[in-house]
């Protein structure tokens, strides 16, 4: 079988070319020579080596620019010159334009072989760090972002000014379960510092007496189980990225702390006398009014003022309901990989179910959602029929408002529904239209009336076919019809 290490020797000296390509073929690899630049240049082509043992002295062509046209097709290439003149000037050249190593005529050939050989550990080990690394950014990055709605595309902008600037402090804002710790590794991922750690601290989970410990570590001594030094976040996550979650439960004193580290960039070990240079991001977040919180004296305003100058405020999940199906068919594939299933997509009556459903717990409720379907159902097709209630009675509620606002005197358009009955699908079609119409066909303000985003009318539009103006696709306008209307019970749309 065929190395996949191949190595193409390259030297005008046949004796050489042999006892090289002889030793290096015992080793198991799969070599080939050639005596001079153009042959080399057409056997690099044919050949496709991993590893090239390349004089310098050859009979057309410097081997030095032989050396820059390998490295320019294949920076991956491992070359090692061989030069009769054991002199630093072409040594110091070679490894300039990018070999990695070199040895002087005359060669033991236990030395070059051992040299070979550790070239190939060295690119193995490469791979599997490439490869693990790889996987490692899979790991952190389980749950991505995802959505194409003009909301979310604001929100990448930001990640991506943010990530690009090293901004050194930024907050993120938004309600629990719109992902905020997920914006907080994508920030850390896509900058400069991504090979660096990132920490995570919940501000929430830690006690006050422990909080500060954890953050700037303490000194031999510092109390009485003290033994020896330990170094906190700050310290441990030198280079890279700090994400203070919850930072509207730090408590009161501990934000003067943090001030001080972004103010001064430094800060002290408990019970240490020296101050520690702090060349970390700081990325918090929070679902709090910090703004309120700083009214009511809850929250530093100093801090506050310091953390947001970079504020990403992510969306409720209410407010973006365009993403819900590119969400469910990300958390399939996901779940798939995690159950080992072959699920393939859900019924249009489960996602109409999810598209009508406000999503008090937005994104993370969303994936527990799908979750709870595929270790229910059983098909490749999520249904509806495992849907919790509160999923199943939100469509209910459009009817049950507009029966409430019946009564009111509000001039309008009415719905009378007809004595052989109408479809939900149909009167939120209608409802829809009326909408349009009596907004003139202003979509946000038509989207207002039905106290939802316009984002989520637009679906809805597109999924009964409607045009701009409200009408079917391929409608004349020649004037619109109105809705069905007979006696019955009256629906009043304000």
């Given amino acids: 079988m065929v190395n996949k290490n191949r190595i193409l020797v390259v030297d005008d000296e046949k004796l050489i070319s042999w006892s090289l390509a002889t030793m290096l073929k015992k080793e198991g690899y799969d070599v080939e020579t050639a005596a001079s630049g153009s042959e080399a240049i057409q056997k690099f082509e044919e050949f496709r080596p991993k590893l090239v ?31 009769a003149y054991a002199h630093a000037d072409s040594a110091v050249l070679a490894l300039q334009e990018g070999a990695e190593d070199y040895f002087g005529k005359p060669f033991n050939l236990d030395a070059v072989k051992h040299v070979v050989n550790k070239a190939f550990e060295k690119t193995q080990l490469k791979k599997e760090v490439d490869y693990f690394r790889g ?6 990055d389980q749950d991505k972002l995802v959505g194409n709605s003009q909301k979310m595309i604001e929100v990448f902008k930001m990640i991506k ?31 400069a510092r991504a090979e660096a750690p990132f920490i995570e601290v919940n501000c929430a989970a830690i006690p006050e007496n422990l909080l500060e410990n954890e953050l700037f570590g303490h000194e031999k001594g510092a109390y009485t189980d003290a033994s020896k030094r330990h170094k906190g976040v700050f310290e441990m996550a030198e280079g890279g990225s700090v994400f203070l979650d919850e930072i509207g439960d730090m ?62 405020a992510l969306p409720p999940l209410r407010e973006r309901k365009e993403d819900i199906p590119a969400l469910v068919q990300y958390f399939i594939k996901t779940l798939n990989d995690e159950y080992g299933r072959s699920v393939e997509d859900t019924s249009p009556e489960a996602l109409e179910y999810l598209m009508t459903y406000d999503w008090p717990g937005n994104v993370r409720e969303l994936r527990n959602c799908i979750e709870r379907l595929m270790m229910l159902e059983q098909e490749k097709t999520l249904g ?41 699908e149909e009167l939120e079609k209608l409802i829809i ?62």
């Avoid at 002295?57 to 491992?78: T, W």
């Avoid at 997920?182 to 896509?190: I, Q, S």
């Avoid at 939100?394 to 007809?418: K, W, Y």
């Fill in 161 to 191: 000014i943010c990530a690009d600037a090293d901004a050194k402090t930024v907050l993120v804002t938004g309600e629990s379960g719109t992902g905020k710790e997920l914006v907080a590794r994508a920030l850390h991922m896509h900058s």
């Fill in 135 to 140: 996987e490692l950014r899979k790991k952190s």
């Fill in 53 to 83: 043992l390349l004089d310098v002295c050859l009979p057309d062509v410097n081997g030095l620019e032989l050396l820059k046209r390998f490295k320019a097709a294949n920076e991956d290439l491992y070359v090692i010159m061989i030069t």
């Fill in 251 to 312: 408590p009161f004193l501990m934000q003067a702390k943090i001030l001080k580290v972004i103010e001064s960039k430094r800060f002290r070990r408990l019970g240490g006398q020296d101050d520690v240079e702090a060349n970390v991001r700081i990325i918090t977040a929070t679902h709090q009014n910090l703004p309120k919180m700083v009214k009511e004296g809850k929250f530093r305003s100093d801090l506050f003022f310091r953390l947001n100058v970079m504020n990403i």
């Fill in 384 to 424: 509806s029929q495992h849907l919790s209630a509160e999923i199943t009675q939100s469509r209910g509620e459009v009817s049950r408002t507009l029966h409430q606002n019946g009564s009111s005197d509000l001039s309008g358009e009415h719905i009378l529904l007809p004595p052989e009955g109408i479809s939900l």
């Fill in 433 to 494: 239209q009326l909408a349009l119409k009596k907004s003139g066909n202003n979509q946000t303000k038509a989207a207002k009336y039905l106290k939802t985003s316009r984002d989520t009318l637009r679906y809805r539009m597109k999924k009964f076919g409607l045009g701009e103006n409200g009408r079917e696709e391929g409608e004349e306008e020649t004037g619109a019809a109105e809705p069905p209307l007979s006696a019955g019970d009256g629906y009043r749309f304000a």
